[in-house]
């Protein structure tokens, strides 16, 4: 097979640069490991920075986000029981952002590609990357069944998430890693349940953090920190209730309607950047070059904007023969990449509780968390990260 651009992974990544280049008549073939029923089987966040709402819309799949999405003017921040609104609209000049998930805007994904004719190929085995650096092009083989099928490309797009194979094919001397592992994971729950608040409430406590979201008015997402040792086994839906309760305010947990899980999962919390984020006419998408912790809600968002820096940098090349997008990529990217990791892991560091912690730290965040409210600078900061800086 031949094509302009071959996109590894059928995540949001790969799927929504698929379909901005199909528009604009550039060819491309995504490769999927799993088959489409799993892919929409993840439940992941849902919150989208006004960049991803546009993504959507270019790419001509902003209908049900536009009907179903829900748009949030603020969140909160609760601290031992204060609870406070981080008003997103005051403190940007009216930005917000919209709530709306991730399996949907996947599901929103995939058919639209349908709809073209897209050419997505699911549950491809054994993926591997050719001549990447090379003054012949690259090309990308994979196995179906007995046979090794071979698909000759312009460029190779990695967007199969942190597993995958194309940051491996990055050679070890070129590639650098940076990588921050928390001493907790998320344990959430998704339940068929009127959410508890109408804006997200994310919550400090002594006996660690809690978030309550949502995926619409009859759809909650909530989340406890755990012990990286905890298994979803441990805990019991009544328990995990039980948990969330004590981490948030007394009122909230009054009102906190409860039911049974309809999924249940750990996820443990990582900080991640690989660089540089293209090798030869290899390019590194989404979570293939960088993974956030979930607090801020900037793992999808940060895909975004490489998928937009990319996007770009593709129209320029095949449409005006202008490859200074595609040369810049790597820097533009994670200039953007670093400051969302900043966020993320200043958000989790507020508002998490740390094992090793001690009075002293307990002090300075609390002291963070008392400035944060008591600054329109502070709070603007804030504001501005979590709706998304400019791509
Ligand atoms: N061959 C083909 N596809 C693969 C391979 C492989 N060897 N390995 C992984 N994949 C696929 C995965 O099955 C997955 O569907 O690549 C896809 C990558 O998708 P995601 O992990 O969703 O990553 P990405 O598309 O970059 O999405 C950005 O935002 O909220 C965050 O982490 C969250 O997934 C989210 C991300
Ligand atoms: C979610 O709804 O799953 C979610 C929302 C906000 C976050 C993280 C996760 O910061």
Same mark, same amino acid.
């Given at each position: 097979m031949k094509t302009q651009v071959c996109i590894i992974g059928g995540g949001p990544s790969g799927l929504m640069l698929s379909q901005l280049l199909h528009l604009k008549g550039i060819e491309t073939i995504v490769l999927e490991r799993q088959s489409r029923e799993y892919v929409l089987g993840r439940i992941r966040a849902g919150v989208l920075e006004r960049g991803f709402v546009e993504l959507m819309r270019e790419a001509q799949c902003g209908e049900r986000m536009d009907a179903e999405g829900e748009i949030h003017h603020g969140f909160y921040i609760s601290d031992n029981?204060?609870?406070?609104?981080?008003?997103?609209?005051?403190?940007?000049?009216?930005?917000?952002?919209?709530?709306?998930?991730?399996?949907?805007?996947t599901r929103d994904l995939y058919e639209a590609r349908d709809k073209m004719n897209g050419k997505v190929i699911h549950n491809v085995e054994d993926v591997?990357?050719?001549?990447?650096?090379? *003054?012949?092009?690259?090309?990308?083989?994979?196995?179906?069944?007995?046979?090794?099928?071979?698909?000759?490309?312009?460029?190779?797009?990695?967007?199969?998430?942190?597993?995958?194979?194309?940051?491996?094919?990055?050679?070890?001397?070129?590639?650098?890693?940076?990588?921050?592992?928390?001493?907790?994971?998320w344990l959430g729950v998704l339940s068929r349940t009127k959410p508890v608040n109408p804006e997200l409430i994310y919550a400090s406590s002594d006996r660690g953090f809690a978030l309550c979201s949502l995926r619409s008015q009859v759809l909650s997402r909530y989340y406890i920190q755990v012990p990286l040792t905890d298994q979803v086994e441990d805990w019991s839906?009544?328990?995990?209730?039980?948990?969330?309760?004590?981490?948030?305010?007394?009122?909230?947990?009054?009102?906190?309607?409860?039911?049974?899980?309809?999924?249940?999962?750990?996820?443990?919390?990582?900080?991640?950047? *690989?660089?540089?984020?293209?090798?030869?006419?290899?390019?590194?998408?989404?979570?293939?070059?960088?993974?956030?912790?979930?607090?801020?809600?900037?793992?999808?968002n940060t895909a975004a904007s490489d998928i937009y820096y990319l996007?770009?940098?593709?129209?320029?090349?095949?449409?005006?023969?202008?490859?200074?997008?595609?040369?810049?990529?790597?820097?533009?990217?994670?200039?953007?990449?670093?400051?969302?990791?900043?966020?993320?892991?200043?958000?989790?560091?507020?508002?998490?509780?740390?094992?090793?912690?001690?009075?002293?730290?307990?002090?300075?965040?609390?002291?963070?968390?008392?400035?944060l409210f008591s600054s329109d600078a502070a709070l603007s900061s804030a504001a501005e990260n979590y709706v998304g800086l400019p791509f």
């Open positions: 029981g204060t609870m406070r609104l981080v008003d997103l609209e005051k403190h940007t000049g009216g930005s917000s952002v919209v709530v709306y998930g991730q399996t949907e805007l591997a990357l050719h001549n990447l650096n090379e *003054a012949t092009p690259p090309y990308v083989t994979y196995r179906s069944g007995d046979d090794i099928v071979r698909i000759d490309c312009d460029f190779v797009i990695g967007a199969d998430g942190f597993h995958g194979p194309s940051r491996k094919a990055i050679p070890k001397d070129v590639l650098r890693e940076y990588e921050k592992v928390y001493p907790f994971g839906d009544d328990a995990f209730w039980d948990e969330l309760k004590t981490r948030l305010p007394d009122d909230v947990a009054a009102r906190l309607e409860t039911g049974p899980s309809i999924e249940k999962s750990i996820a443990p919390l990582r900080s991640f950047v *690989a660089e540089p984020m293209r090798y030869g006419n290899l390019f590194l998408a989404g979570d293939a070059a960088h993974i956030v912790p979930p607090t801020g809600a900037k793992g999808l996007y770009h940098g593709m129209l320029d090349h095949y449409l005006k023969g202008d490859g200074s997008g595609l040369e810049s990529y790597s820097e533009k990217a994670l200039a953007r990449v670093w400051k969302a990791q900043r966020f993320s892991w200043w958000m989790t560091s507020l508002l998490h509780t740390f094992p090793d912690t001690t009075a002293f730290d307990q002090k300075l965040r609390s002291a963070e968390i008392g400035y």
